[in-house]
T-cell receptor, first 113, second 112 residues
């Protein structure tokens, strides 16, 4: 397996609290991504990073922020969790250049109550 | 506006038969297409890809066909096996971008 791990695997949190999800890679890949998966929506890009301190928004970035201070770590923060952010969150990594595809982590199931 | 569409939420086939999963796209700038497979409680895994300069790519039991004029691609699995039961996502990218746009997925069930 590619060296990508997500933590925590499961989390229940209360509405209005901040939450941080972590993605850690040991592959030294340049690109890292955060997606959320919801029934009827498939996988939607939240934020992505193309290098240390270089990040950009995806299609569903409202209410989320990210940081990448090291190549290996990409953090996703829900600034004030809402029930609509209950989802399964996947981190992915890829090498630069076409054709590489993504390698996904195992996901974090987040429930906001 | 969804750029990558998988209009069949589910598909059921018998073991040994062919499975055909379909995907349509609206963005004519897409030039690279991929299929991912996802089992429950796991992340998606890369299955097969195709560049827009080709119309077919084959890898063992899996073949992807691309029809650029129709903006349509399909994944054929022959023969289908029970272990192929999973959700299959179609994805696309454009112009060297590393960003992928995913469809909603099709759940394939292969019955023994």
């Amino acid at each position: 397996d590619a060296g990508i791990t997500q933590s925590p695997r499961h989390k229940v949190t209360e509405t209005g609290t901040p939450v941080t999800l972590r993605c850690h890679q040991t592959e030294n890949h340049r690109y890292m991504y955060w997606y959320r998966q919801d029934p009827g929506h498939g996988l939607r890009l939240i934020h992505y990073s193309y290098g240390v301190k270089d990040t950009d928004k995806g299609e569903v970035s409202d209410g989320y922020s990210v940081s990448r201070s090291k190549t290996e770590d990409f953090l996703l923060t829900l600034e004030s969790a809402t029930s609509s952010q209950t989802s399964v969150y996947f981190c992915a990594i890829s090498e630069s250049g076409r054709g590489s595809g993504y390698t996904f982590g195992s996901g974090t199931r987040l429930t906001v109550v | 506006d969804q750029q990558v569409k998988q209009n069949s939420p589910s598909l059921s086939v018998q073991e040994g038969r062919i499975s055909i999963l379909n995907c349509d796209y609206t963005n004519s700038m897409f030039d690279y297409f991929l299929w991912y497979k996802k089992y429950p409680a796991e992340g998606p895994t890369f299955l097969i890809s195709i560049s827009s300069i080709k119309d077919k790519n084959e890898d063992g039991r899996f073949t992807v066909f691309l029809n650029k004029s129709a903006k349509h691609l399909s994944l054929h699995i022959v023969p289908s096996q029970p272990g192929d039961s999973a959700v299959y996502f179609c994805a696309a990218s454009q112009g060297g971008s590393e960003k992928l746009v995913f469809g909603k997925g099709t759940k394939l069930t292969v019955n023994p």
